[in-house]
């Protein structure tokens, strides 16, 4: 045996023992863009609008701003996006908002959307129910602290937006009212 031979076996006999025994064993600590952008596409699917993951080696957050607007609008940014060789593709894809006239009673804070004031009462708006702008249209809970929502506006209110019980965001549209 040369040399150079007994010394490369003694190189790669050191690091089966380090790996053996935990030493120097680096794990790579970083996702590639890959991974991120699988990651991100995945958040994106599922609606989250924050996402963190932490472990030993590695700690990453996704956050993305929330938009409360028409859908005309958000439909505006997606054009923007789109490749410029498709304007005409882009047009026709625009949805058309139904409820763009309505006033829309959005969410005060975050918490548990409720229409009534008990399981075993009616609810406190319907739609085509007539409301002014002091009238209590649900209940927002939020740390067992029963928050009651107004109108702030006086119409008819032609769609609900959220189900009984189901939890609510800042800025999310509970009812559409039309003046």
Do not use: W
């Amino acid at each position: 045996m040369t040399d150079q031979t007994a010394s490369a076996k003694a190189k790669d006999e050191n690091k089966v023992e380090e790996k053996k025994s935990g030493k120097n064993q680096v794990d790579d600590p970083s996702f590639n863009m890959d991974e991120l952008q699988a990651l991100a596409a995945l958040v994106n699917e599922h609606g989250f609008t924050d996402f963190e993951f932490e472990n030993e080696n590695i700690r990453v957050r996704l956050s993305k701003a929330v938009q409360v607007a028409a859908a005309p609008a958000q439909a505006a940014v997606a054009a923007t996006i789109a490749p410029q060789a498709e304007p005409a593709a882009t047009q026709a894809a625009e949805p058309v908002d139904p409820d763009a006239a309505l006033h829309k009673i959005t969410s005060p804070i975050v918490g548990t959307f409720y229409r009534s004031p008990g399981p075993d009462k009616d609810a406190y708006v319907s739609e085509g129910s007539n409301v002014s702008a002091d009238t209590t249209v649900c209940i927002v809970e939020a740390m067992k602290l029963m928050n009651e929502i107004q109108a702030e506006v006086s119409g008819e209110i032609v769609k609900i937006y959220v189900e009984n019980g189901q939890p609510v965001e800042y800025g999310q549209a509970l009812f559409g009212v039309r003046k």
